[in-house]
């Protein structure tokens, strides 16, 4: 498996709610990403998670939550969202080290309403 | 972070060679340059990375300048599936200190003409 699945694919959510995105890999990749990434833009990191703990968050608001329960998972708890978080967000993983390409997600297409 | 230099946009014939430039003249020992793509709707793809010397695979071949601040992608033969945006990103490996994480700029976006 050289996937790395994100779910779900599309998300409407209203500025209330609390939802999660998911996203997997089967690849023994310890190293995990979350990336945002708006319309004709290129992607922008948001958290690191290296051998499930958290190493990096490029200051993102509390209001993104993510969360590594094992090797395999990723998951970025979303509440009281913006209409200006709407945006695709991009799931990666990796090899820790030793220089390896990433591989990504397709995404998650989140839409504020 | 060193960064990285590449056109907005290129356009290419089909069937036809295409080469991509980066610029990365404040390049160090521990950086490799990393190429990505995007295409419409997915999330990006990895294209092929390198260290100092020219680089193949069954998708491109990278070439790293003598100098290694600036560094070429080449496509062999364009088709349309191809059309996509294009980053080129340096990324720190080091058995010391680790990797950095992907940073991308804002890449070429290659248009590909039947």
């Known amino acids: 498996d050289t996937e790395v699945t994100q779910t779900p694919k599309h998300l409407v959510m209203g500025m209330t709610n609390k939802k999660s995105l998911k996203c997997e890999q089967h690849m023994g990749h310890r190293a995990m990403y979350w990336y945002k990434q708006k319309a004709k833009k290129p992607p922008e990191l948001m958290f690191v998670y290296s051998y499930e703990k958290l190493s990096i968050n490029e200051s993102v608001p509390s209001r993104f939550s993510p969360e590594c329960p094992n090797s395999s998972l990723l998951n970025l708890h979303l509440h009281a969202l913006q209409p200006e978080d709407s945006a695709l967000y991009l799931c990666?993983?990796?090899?820790?080290?030793?220089?390896?390409?990433?591989?990504f997600g397709s995404g998650t297409r989140l839409t504020v309403v | 972070d060193a960064k990285t230099t590449q056109p907005n946009s290129m356009e290419s014939n089909e069937e036809e060679p295409v080469h991509l430039p980066c610029n990365h003249s404040t390049i160090s020992g521990t950086d490799y340059i990393h190429w990505y793509r995007q295409l419409p709707s997915q999330g990006p793809e990895y294209v092929i990375h390198?260290?100092?010397s020219n680089v193949n695979n069954r998708m491109a071949s990278l070439a790293i300048a003598e100098d290694r601040k600036s560094s070429t992608l080449i496509l062999h033969r364009a088709t349309l599936r191809d059309a996509a945006v294009y980053y080129c990103?340096?990324?720190?490996?080091?058995?010391?200190?680790?990797?950095?994480?992907?940073?991308f700029g804002k890449g070429t976006r290659l248009s590909v003409i039947a």
């Open positions: 990103i340096l990324r720190v490996s080091s058995a010391l200190s680790g990797n950095t994480p992907l940073v």
């Open positions: 390198g260290l100092t």
């Open positions: 990666a993983s990796s090899q820790v080290w030793g220089d390896y390409g990433y591989t």
